[in-house]
């Protein structure tokens, strides 16, 4: 696709967080699309988390767990950065249940540890989603939740207007993070294929959210949000599902 980097060659580490770490972090700690959008939309479709086992998977620097946690949620959290699970302790402390490990393997959390699991902006990194939702399916309690947020599907076409959207493709964006430069690689996939991925893994699809930003965006974003009158814009898109 023309308007996107290639992906990174043989040899490269895709998406090698530990490289820009802290700059991923410092853009990302008060921007529009983190901290006024996918944070908060996570943590309304959490609810009231008072008391409850929380797994937070891709963890990050720890924005997310620090919420939590503050809203009575014990937490536990991975990622598959050193890096960023090293940021995640020191915002959070030495005794923050953190670990490092790799959704895409064997977690080293027993099954049914945990009521909720959440998967914010994880999963369009896998080619596969099979092995990856097993694992968080086996970790979780009967009738427990996954929330989750990946991009929107219709973001690819949107990028690319001659791509096929039913196909499973790898494509790359390159950012800049703090002033560093990034490129990472996704894996797009079609809604359909989204939610026959969770039914095959024992989820049931109860909620598939396109929120609009946190109050007040607007007063604090007034350029980047000028062309949206409704106040919501497309970027990703938020489910909870119910493990069966």
Same mark, same amino acid.
């Given at each position: 696709?023309?308007?996107?980097?290639?992906?990174?060659?043989? &040899?490269?580490?895709?998406?090698?967080?530990?490289?820009?770490?802290?700059?991923?972090?410092?853009?990302?700690?008060?921007?529009?699309?983190?901290?006024?959008?996918?944070?908060?939309?996570?943590?309304?479709?959490?609810?009231?988390?008072?008391?409850?086992?929380?797994?937070?998977?891709?963890?990050?620097?720890?924005?997310?767990?620090?919420?939590?946690?503050?809203?009575?949620?014990?937490?536990?959290?991975?990622?598959?950065?050193?890096?960023?699970?090293?940021?995640?302790?020191?915002?959070?402390?030495?005794?923050?249940?953190?670990?490092?490990?790799? !959704? &895409?393997?064997?977690?080293?959390?027993?099954?049914?540890?945990?009521?909720?699991?959440?998967?914010?902006?994880?999963?369009?990194?896998?080619?596969?989603?099979?092995?990856?939702?097993?694992?968080?399916?086996?970790?979780?309690?009967?009738? &427990?939740?996954?929330?989750?947020?990946?991009?929107?599907? !219709?973001?690819?076409?949107?990028?690319?207007?001659?791509?096929?959207?039913?196909?499973?493709?790898?494509?790359?964006?390159?950012?800049?993070?703090?002033?560093?430069?990034?490129?990472?690689?996704?894996?797009?996939?079609?809604?359909?294929?989204?939610?026959?991925?969770?039914?095959?893994?024992?989820?049931?699809?109860?909620? !598939?959210?396109?929120?609009?930003?946190?109050?007040?965006?607007?007063?604090?974003?007034?350029?980047?949000?000028?062309?949206?009158?409704?106040?919501?814009?497309?970027?990703?898109?938020?489910?909870?599902?119910?493990?069966?």
């Amino acid at each position: 696709m023309s308007a996107l980097p290639e992906t990174p060659g043989d &040899g490269a580490v895709l998406n090698d967080y530990d490289t820009f770490a802290e700059a991923y972090t410092a853009e990302t700690e008060a921007n529009l699309l983190n901290a006024h959008y996918t944070r908060p939309a996570i943590l309304d479709l959490a609810g009231d988390v008072t008391g409850r086992q929380i797994l937070d998977a891709g963890c990050g620097s720890g924005p997310l767990f620090a919420a939590l946690r503050d809203r009575g949620a014990v937490v536990t959290g991975f990622d598959s950065s050193a890096k960023m699970v090293e940021l995640a302790r020191q915002r959070l402390g030495g005794d923050a249940a953190l670990h490092v490990a790799d !959704i &895409g393997s064997p977690l080293p959390f027993p099954g049914g540890a945990f009521d909720d699991v959440i998967a914010s902006l994880v999963l369009h990194y896998l080619e596969d989603w099979t092995a990856a939702l097993a694992e968080l399916r086996r970790v979780l309690k009967p009738g &427990g939740r996954l929330i989750m947020a990946v991009h929107h599907p !219709i973001i690819f076409k949107l990028l690319d207007p001659t791509a096929d959207y039913f196909a499973t493709t790898q494509w790359s964006h390159e950012h800049t993070f703090d002033g560093q430069k990034a490129v990472l690689t996704y894996w797009h996939r079609p809604l359909h294929a989204m939610t026959d991925a969770f039914t095959a893994a024992g989820f049931r699809t109860a909620v !598939i959210s396109e929120p609009p930003p946190a109050p007040g965006a607007r007063q604090l974003f007034p350029d980047e949000l000028a062309a949206f009158p409704s106040g919501a814009f497309l970027s990703f898109l938020f489910f909870v599902l119910e493990a069966v």
